[in-house]
């Protein structure tokens, strides 16, 4: 019986337990180990360790070479610019005027102007234009417009041989700008610039 007593009173001094209260092991740390959760469905999902080289590989030390815009005669409203090599057309059939609506944070309501413009695809093959088709506009000193890209319809994505498209460009007025407003017209990066210039 002593050396029962003796047993369990050494074990207690050690700081240990007996029975099913037994604390969890300790980790190598020194901290006890939490014992897993009953029922837990947590599943762990390995990330393949894959690198995937960029289709143009570079550095951020490199410099891109620039390349010439080419800027055609500018022309009336109304009038219709032929872009070299594609049989592709533009014209600004008008620039008016209009009170705009602001939709979204960063528009601004009030005196704006609408562009319709057209295209007309007079080549052998599709034209690709979606987000490509670019237009812009500016005062006479060169001040550019802010879109109002919440209130302008693009032109179609895609124009077949012979077919056209009419899409609305809606820009902000600023206060006191001076006119005429130049409109800049371009379907790809490496295309011409197309320029109308009228009143509003």
Request: include cysteine; glycine fraction near 10%; charged fraction near 10%.
């Amino acid at each position: 019986m002593a050396a029962c007593t003796s047993s369990s009173t050494s074990a207690s001094k050690a700081g240990g337990s007996i029975g099913p209260s037994a604390s969890a092991p300790a980790t190598a740390s020194g901290a006890p180990a939490s014992a897993p959760a009953t029922g837990s469905s947590t599943s762990h999902h390995s990330v393949p360790a894959k690198t995937v080289s960029p289709p143009r590989p570079g550095t951020i030390h490199q410099t891109v070479s620039s390349r010439a815009v080419t800027l055609l005669t500018a022309k009336p409203v109304g009038a219709t610019v032929t872009y070299r090599g594609r049989g592709l057309t533009a014209s600004v059939l008008r620039a008016t005027r209009i009170n705009a609506t602001a939709r979204i944070p960063g528009e601004v309501a009030g005196p704006a102007v609408s562009v319709q413009l057209k295209m007309v695809n007079r080549g052998a093959s599709a034209v690709g234009l979606g987000s490509l088709v670019a237009v812009t506009a500016q005062a006479a000193d060169g001040t550019p417009f802010s879109p109002i890209t919440t209130s302008t319809t693009a032109v179609s994505a895609t124009l077949r041989p012979g077919a056209a498209t009419v899409g609305r460009y809606v820009f902000h007025l600023p206060t006191g700008f001076r006119g005429p407003v130049t409109i800049q017209v371009t379907y790809a990066a490496t295309a011409e610039v197309a320029r109308f210039v009228g009143s509003v």
